[in-house]
């Protein structure tokens, strides 16, 4: 039995940040890279950014531009994208999902658990 969840998504204005939780079922999760993907509104889902199972690499989105941050703590089985200067234009419905190698790419297909989204939006 494996899941991730979503969590923290809410209603916030242009220029705040938020706080994004991805969380795991356990240890069947921790040696897994774990990526976010965000869907809008009549879009393709993208790439978001992954973090690797052991912590150290990354890889973000070049829309990111240094406005999001990716975090885990194994103690609390939870992964977390932290979104600063927030835009109108990130305004989407947020997953996140285990990767299925060790450092998985930007491509949905190199994930397999998908958690069920958590609804981010931004107004102006």
């Known amino acids: 039995q494996v899941q991730l969840v979503e969590s923290g998504g809410g209603l916030v204005q242009a220029g705040d940040s938020l706080t994004l939780s991805c969380s795991h079922s356990?240890?069947?999760?921790?040696?897994?890279?774990i990526g976010w993907f965000r869907q809008a509104p009549g879009k393709e889902r993208e790439f978001v950014g992954r973090?690797?199972?052991?912590?150290?690499?990354?890889y973000y989105a070049d829309f990111v531009k240094g406005r999001f941050t990716l975090s885990r703590d194994n103690t609390k089985n939870t992964i977390y994208l932290q979104m600063n200067k927030l835009t109108p234009e990130d305004t989407a419905i947020y997953y996140c999902?285990?990767?299925?190698?060790?450092?998985?790419?930007?491509?949905?297909?190199?994930?397999?658990?998908w958690g069920q989204g958590t609804q981010v939006t931004v107004s102006s």
């Open positions: 999902a285990r990767g299925r190698t060790l450092v998985p790419g930007p491509q949905s297909s190199e994930y397999d658990h």
């Open positions: 356990g240890d069947t999760y921790r040696t897994r890279s």
């Open positions: 973090i690797s199972w052991d912590l150290n690499r990354f």
